[in-house]
C-alpha cells in the first residue's frame, strides 16, 4: 500500500515575483511545491517569507530574465523539485520603464527563452502562463512576418529585419511587438498553430 505523504507534490514555478504573479500563484499553490524566481533578492526575501507564514510549501532563488543560462537553471531547478505543472512569467518591462532594446531583450527574448527552457521540463498535461497585454493587439505584424518570427531561433529574433528596423528603434512598438510574441509563444514549439492564431486575430474561425 502507498501512502503520499507530500513528497511528491505537482510544482508551481513563478518567474517575475511581482504582485500580479504572486496573486495567480496563491489562487494555485495550495498542496503544491512552489519556486518563486526573481532578479531582486530583496523580493525574494520578502515574497518568500510572506508565502511561508500563509502556509506554503515555497523555495526562491535569484533569476536574471535576460539571460538564457539563468532561465535554464531556473527550469532545472523547478524540474529537481517535482513535477512541472504550473508555468508563470510576469517578468517585463513597459514602455514608460526601458529602452526599446531592454524591451525586446527582456519581453521578447527573454520570454522566449523561459518558454524554451520551460517547454522542455513541463510535465505531462502542465500549463504555462505568460502575461500578455491588450498592446498585443495594437500593432498588425503581416502574416509572412509573424510566421518569420515563430520560425527563428530566440537567440536570433533581434537580428530579424522586421525586429530592427521596427521594434528597436520605439518602446512603444518594442512592446506591442513583443507582446504579440507572447500570443505566438505556443506556436513557436508548434508552428502548426500560427494559422490558427492568425485567423482568430481575423474574426475568423479557428479552422476551415
Do not use: W
Amino acid at each position: 500500500m502507498y501512502f503520499d505523504r507530500n513528497e511528491h507534490k505537482q510544482v508551481v514555478a513563478l518567474l517575475g515575483a511581482g504582485s500580479m504573479g504572486t496573486a495567480i500563484v496563491r489562487r494555485i499553490g495550495a498542496g503544491k511545491k512552489i519556486l518563486l524566481g526573481d532578479i531582486s533578492e530583496k523580493a525574494l526575501e520578502r515574497v518568500g517569507e510572506d508565502f511561508s507564514r500563509c502556509g506554503y510549501d515555497v523555495e526562491t532563488m535569484q533569476v536574471n530574465a535576460l539571460q538564457k543560462d539563468s532561465i535554464e537553471a531556473f527550469a532545472k531547478k523547478a524540474a529537481e523539485l517535482g513535477p512541472v505543472m504550473y508555468f508563470i512569467d510576469t517578468a517585463g518591462a513597459s514602455p514608460n520603464q526601458a529602452n526599446p532594446e531592454h524591451i525586446v531583450d527582456l519581453d521578447m527574448v527573454g520570454t522566449g527563452y523561459a518558454v524554451d527552457a520551460f517547454g522542455e521540463v513541463m510535465a505531462e498535461g502542465g500549463a504555462g502562463l505568460i502575461i500578455s497585454s491588450q498592446a498585443a493587439y495594437m500593432y498588425p505584424i503581416p502574416n509572412d512576418i509573424e510566421l518569420q518570427l515563430v520560425q527563428t531561433p530566440t537567440a536570433k529574433l533581434k537580428e530579424v529585419k522586421f525586429i530592427q528596423e521596427v521594434a528597436m528603434q520605439n518602446s512603444g512598438f518594442a512592446y506591442m511587438i513583443a507582446k504579440r510574441l507572447h500570443h505566438l509563444a505556443g506556436c513557436r514549439r508548434h508552428p502548426i498553430g500560427l494559422r490558427r492564431v492568425q485567423r482568430q486575430r481575423r474574426g475568423l474561425p479557428a479552422h476551415d
